[in-house]
């Protein structure tokens, strides 16, 4: 049975870069982390959606992340994808795995959070 997943980032971000157009902005962040039970190194590109524009705000924006593990044999790397909402007043986010690879099958529809002050993403399977 599948157990929690989790995280640390590792600080600097390789990315993070902001465009801004009429209907608010896109933030695009790429970050190494590392798994705190297998010592395993992967990679996390994610995509967030902050809409506000004729005076329409939110108080959260859409996120769509990928974390990539390492290719094996230049074959495709091991990897699922959560997507959720990020809180921009205190930067966590929340959410579910929306896609995996056949090693994180039993992840889809679990849930995740991300503690932006411990840099901490946690992955749970789905129940």
Same mark, same amino acid.
């Given at each position: 049975?599948?157990?929690?997943?989790?995280?640390?980032?590792?600080?600097?971000?390789?990315?993070?870069?902001?465009?801004?157009?009429?209907?608010?902005?896109?933030?695009?962040?790429?970050?190494?982390?590392?798994?705190?039970?297998?010592?395993?190194?992967?990679? &996390?590109?994610?995509?967030?959606?902050? +809409?506000?524009? @004729?005076? /329409?705000?939110? $108080?959260?924006?859409?996120?769509?992340?990928? *974390?990539?593990?390492?290719?094996?044999?230049?074959?495709?790397?091991?990897?699922?994808?959560?997507?959720? &909402?990020?809180?921009?007043?205190?930067? +966590?986010?929340? @959410?579910? /795995?929306?896609? $995996?690879?056949?090693?994180?099958?039993?992840? *889809?529809?679990?849930?995740?959070?991300?503690?932006?002050?411990?840099?901490?993403?946690?992955?749970?399977?789905?129940?």
């Amino acid at each position: 049975m599948a157990t929690a997943l989790s995280f640390k980032i590792q600080p600097p971000l390789l990315v993070n870069q902001r465009l801004d157009d009429n209907g608010g902005n896109w933030q695009y962040v790429g970050a190494a982390a590392v798994e705190q039970s297998s010592n395993e190194t992967v990679k &996390l590109v994610a995509m967030k959606r902050d +809409n506000s524009s @004729g005076g /329409v705000a939110f $108080a959260a924006s859409m996120l769509t992340a990928t *974390v990539m593990y390492e290719a094996q044999d230049y074959g495709v790397s091991e990897h699922f994808t959560i997507q959720g &909402l990020h809180d921009l007043t205190s930067n +966590n986010e929340t @959410g579910s /795995v929306s896609s $995996a690879s056949r090693r994180f099958h039993e992840y *889809v529809g679990g849930a995740f959070t991300f503690d932006s002050k411990e840099l901490v993403l946690t992955v749970h399977p789905r129940k």
